[in-house]
């Protein structure tokens, strides 16, 4: 299950209405809809509050196993950016092919080691 399934499932399990989630949440209550449609996601700040309301973490709200994944991160512990953009990678990387996936991993590499030497050629 993914985050909108989710959000619905801890919604119903405790008898709220969109509406009634919305008011609690400090948002509207399409917002909810879209989040349950996964036609849009929530920032990070509104992802802790609605993890932080159904009282369970972040990883269990984005269904993320951690058995399957081979370095934890607890996102409770990153920087607000940080989480924000392991959240858009994720987001992002679930939409691809294996080949694709393959190719960006590949080029991020490439980009993390040419930003490493322009660094050291800085601090020469």
């Keep these: 299950m993914n985050l909108a399934g989710n959000l619905k499932k801890l919604r119903k399990a405790k008898k709220l209405t969109q509406s009634e989630l919305a008011k609690q949440l400090n948002v509207s209550t399409s ?3 879209m989040y349950e449609t996964a036609k849009r996601e929530p920032d990070y700040k509104t992802l802790a509050k ?3 309301f159904f009282e369970v973490s972040i ?3 984005l269904d993320i196993d951690n058995k399957t994944t081979p370095k934890s ?3 409770d512990t990153l920087s607000e950016d940080e989480a924000d ?3 858009y990678i994720r987001r992002k990387w679930s939409k691809l092919t294996k080949e694709q996936k393959q190719a960006k991993f590949k080029l991020a590499k490439h980009s993390i080691g040419l930003l490493e030497k322009i660094e050291e050629e800085k601090n020469k």
Excluded: F, H
């Design 50 to 52: 609605i993890a932080n």
């Design 73 to 75: 991160i607890s996102l």
């Design 31 to 33: 917002t909810i809809a």
């Design 85 to 87: 953009l392991i959240l």
């Design 59 to 61: 990883e269990q709200l």
